[in-house]
């Protein structure tokens, strides 16, 4: 990661630095954010081997970049999702007996048919 930091502006940031902090105490601070920087570096090292270690063979197989979130763009992901096939899914149900199988069909065909001129349940409270 480069986090778009040329030389120039690595240099005018030193000087800066060097104003700020003073001849004195630079050394220091370098000192540290050297540390601060090499402690990042083994934690993310020692992060990276956790995983190889917990995934064995399949973490080399993985193809890290296509995980990236910002190679996202949501109007692909929508216009992908919009052009899917749209396959009927199956949806697993428990075994139901037959006399419960013929009541839940007598219930569904009293519910769908209305009489002539019956108005179509509504409720109030749902809205």
Same mark, same amino acid.
């Given at each position: 990661m480069s986090f778009g930091l040329t030389f120039d502006k690595l240099l005018i940031i030193g000087i800066i630095a060097v104003f700020l902090l003073g001849p004195d105490r630079l050394p220091y601070y370098a000192s540290q954010l050297a540390r601060l920087v090499r402690s990042l570096r083994d934690m993310a090292n020692g992060a990276k081997d956790r995983m190889r270690?917990?995934?064995? /063979?399949?973490?080399?197989?993985? *193809?890290?970049?296509?995980? #990236?979130?910002?190679?996202?763009? /949501?109007?692909?992901?929508?216009? *992908?999702?919009?052009?899917? #096939?749209d396959s009927p899914s199956v949806t697993l149900r428990p075994p139901v007996s037959a006399a419960v199988a013929q009541q839940q069909a007598a219930l569904a065909e009293r519910q769908s048919q209305l009489e002539a001129g019956e108005r179509a349940p509504f409720d109030n409270e749902a809205t």
């Open positions: 270690e917990e995934m064995g /063979p399949d973490f080399d197989d993985i *193809d890290w970049k296509q995980l #990236d979130p910002r190679q996202y763009d /949501p109007r692909r992901i929508i216009r *992908d999702a919009l052009l899917e #096939d």
